[in-house]
């Protein structure tokens, strides 16, 4: 099995963040000194990813503009001699191939998945949804693509969470086949706590098979007029091995305020320049 492309849906209007995202997107908020976005590209690449397909919308250019080459800044920097810098701000263009489809009307994650079909059609996909920030040692969507390769099935992201938190997430009902590994029989979108399958929730990584577009194709809107990518899997899980891979690594929800805030202090900690004086700043603060 070979998995050459990523998809990274950042259509979405960012309402958890506003209003610091009315203008802009959240994608694009920094946690220290880089958009979240480009995490998630530098997980695609890290994990062996040769093209991303961005799933965008109005509005949101400035994404596209970020991985693109800005000869004004280049030359402003490499007359400064600001090497390293100049240096950091070329990677950025040069570090994988990008291209972009809209979304023009926000109509669920399923529908933003399939905005892609023409660009992936016949292929295995990894989805990373940019909400989900996680740092692990090894890249979370290689890890499901080796998980795939022993299993030879759709693969998603899982975590376990507390029972109080069911609500939030995509809950699976599964039989664990292996270590961390667990075959999926259904999924029920946030689940009260006390009638949840499992604590077992799916979070915003996913390896598909080509098989997933025609069911996109043919999915009914939901209730609200949306089309989940949840509702596919679930379709998905009768016709073809379906798996859930309980990851290895610190998972951060950026798309919101709590989480992108712990996202910003457990990204600066691993940097040796700033790891002494913000714990000092840290530790005086909790002290006041």
């Known amino acids: 099995m070979k998995v050459k492309k990523a998809l990274i849906p950042a ?22 000194d880089k958009p979240g976005i480009q995490y998630i590209v530098e997980e695609a690449i890290a994990s062996g990813l040769e093209e991303v397909v961005l799933i965008t919308a109005k509005g949101k250019s400035c994404i596209e503009d970020h991985f693109d080459i800005s000869q004004e800044l280049e030359g402003v920097l490499e007359i400064k001699g600001k090497r390293e810098l100049l240096s950091t701000v070329r990677s950025i263009s040069r570090m994988v191939s990008i291209v972009s489809v809209r979304q023009k009307i926000p109509l669920g994650t399923g529908d933003a998945v399939r905005c892609a079909a023409p660009l992936v059609e016949g292929e295995y996909v990894a989805v990373l949804f940019p909400d989900d920030l996680i740092d692990a040692e090894i890249p979370v969507t290689k ?3 080796e998980c795939a390769q022993r299993y030879q099935g759709g693969i998603v992201a899982l975590r376990e969470v507390p029972q109080e938190d069911t609500s939030l997430y995509g809950i699976i009902e599964g039989e664990q086949v292996a270590e961390r590994v667990y075959r999926i029989k259904g999924i029920i979108e946030k689940p009260a706590p006390g009638k949840a399958p499992s604590r077992l929730a799916i979070i915003g990584r996913y390896l598909l098979p080509p098989e997933i577009f025609p069911i996109l194709k043919k999915l009914a809107p939901s209730p609200d007029g949306e089309v989940q990518l949840a509702e596919a899997l679930v379709e998905l899980s009768r016709r073809y091995p ?14 919101d305020k709590l989480g992108l805030v712990q996202a910003t202090i457990g990204y600066a900690l691993k940097k040796p320049e700033l790891r002494t004086r913000l714990t000092q700043w840290l530790d005086e603060l909790l002290k006041g």
Do not use: N
């Open 11 to 32: 259509a979405g209007w960012g309402t958890r963040l506003l209003p610091a995202s009315k203008a802009i997107p959240k994608e694009m908020f920094p946690i220290v």
């Open 242 to 255: 379906l798996y859930g891979y309980e990851f290895s690594g610190t998972r951060y929800d950026i798309g």
């Open 143 to 145: 890890q499901l693509i």
